[in-house]
């Protein structure tokens, strides 16, 4: 058993490494739809989150591994407390927001040709290899990991690949959308709070969004 009290370090430090009002004022703008659309305040939300997965990096990372602790915590360890609902909801906005603006990763590691003569390829191309073949590829964002992997994916962790029990890999074009549906899974969890259902709605009314703008990707 985990004390309740890990909760709040996991969230603390999600809320101190993002941008989290940004993200909430973008989520509010993406699915209000009583008032007509700002398209410019829209776009300055999304350039300032885009800046923090991209220039602010290792900090994202590392926020996103508190998330995802986050989520493991409240899995196993949920006491029904009243702040557990707002803890999933934000940490699943973190999240949503790193899949959505940091760059993909691939769905898996090419093949190395072992097959290859020597003389096919130069020998610092063979070094580099060999040295990616050892590093990480991936890591389970909402599972316990040993501080080397977690160090390994703040520094260099935009070519491994973020996975997330019912997720999969967060970075993949279809890996926003699948956190947000599995945000809600764990809000319906919490049966006892009203919070529970009003962050399931938010979040539906974002997968919504999400939707269509990626059918909408597609015609275009």
Request: with cysteine; net charge positive; aromatic share 4%.
């Amino acid at each position: 058993m985990e004390h309740p009290t890990v909760l709040h370090l996991h969230l603390a430090r999600v809320i101190l490494l993002t941008p989290i009002q940004q993200i909430l004022d973008l989520v509010k703008l993406s699915t209000d739809t009583s008032t007509p659309p700002n398209e410019l305040q829209t776009t300055t939300l999304k350039k300032h989150v885009q800046r923090w997965a991209l220039e602010d990096q290792h900090k994202a990372r590392l926020a996103m591994i508190h998330a995802g602790v986050l989520f493991w915590h409240v899995r196993r360890y949920s006491s029904d407390a009243f702040h557990e609902p707002s803890s999933v909801l934000l940490a699943t906005l973190a999240l949503w927001a790193y899949g959505t603006f940091a760059p993909h990763t691939p769905a898996k590691k090419p093949a190395i040709n072992n097959t290859a003569s020597p003389s096919s390829a130069p020998q610092d191309s063979d070094q580099d290899t060999e040295a990616t073949s050892l590093f990480p590829t991936s890591i389970q964002l909402d599972r316990p990991a040993d501080d080397e992997l977690v160090q390994l994916f703040v520094k260099r962790g935009q070519s491994m690949r973020a996975n997330i029990t019912g997720v999969g890999n967060l970075c993949s074009a279809k890996g926003p959308l699948r956190v947000l549906n599995e945000g809600q899974n764990l809000l319906k969890g919490l049966k006892i709070w009203g919070e529970s259902k009003r962050g399931i709605e938010r979040l539906r009314k974002l997968s919504e969004v999400c939707m269509q703008e990626r059918e909408g990707g597609r015609v275009g």
